[in-house]
């Protein structure tokens, strides 16, 4: 059984930073796909960033250059490193594979910035 579990998130000032994880079970990141997406109200979910197989990146527009993806294949988690957080950044933020996979989704961990 998959499990991917987020944590790190919280109420971080303008301008500030913060580190999210995601635990894996049931999968390897080694071996996976995988992306951080959020959701803030009345959006719809986004990929923000994936990270490959081979360890390429890939990010949306809004974060490039603030936000910086990564893994450890020992610890068997994700991390999302995000910084010159601004209001636009608050949302839900889901670890999931790229392309996502419905049964994956765990419950997320809310960003808020604000001051």
């Known amino acids: 059984q998959v499990r991917l579990v987020e944590s790190g998130g919280g109420l971080v000032q303008p301008g500030g930073s913060l580190r999210l994880y995601c635990a894996a079970s049931g999968i390897l990141v080694s071996l996976s796909v995988l992306g951080w997406y959020r959701q803030a109200p009345g959006k719809q979910r986004e990929l923000v960033a994936s990270i490959t197989r081979g360890g390429f990146t890939n990010y949306a527009n809004s974060v490039k250059g603030r936000f910086t993806i990564s893994r450890d294949n020992i610890k068997n988690t994700v991390y999302l490193q995000m910084n010159s957080l601004n209001a636009e950044d608050t949302a839900a933020y889901y670890c999931?594979?790229?392309?996502?996979?419905?049964?994956?989704w765990g419950q997320g961990t809310q960003v808020t910035v604000s001051s």
């Open positions: 999931n594979q790229d392309p996502p996979v419905p049964g994956f």
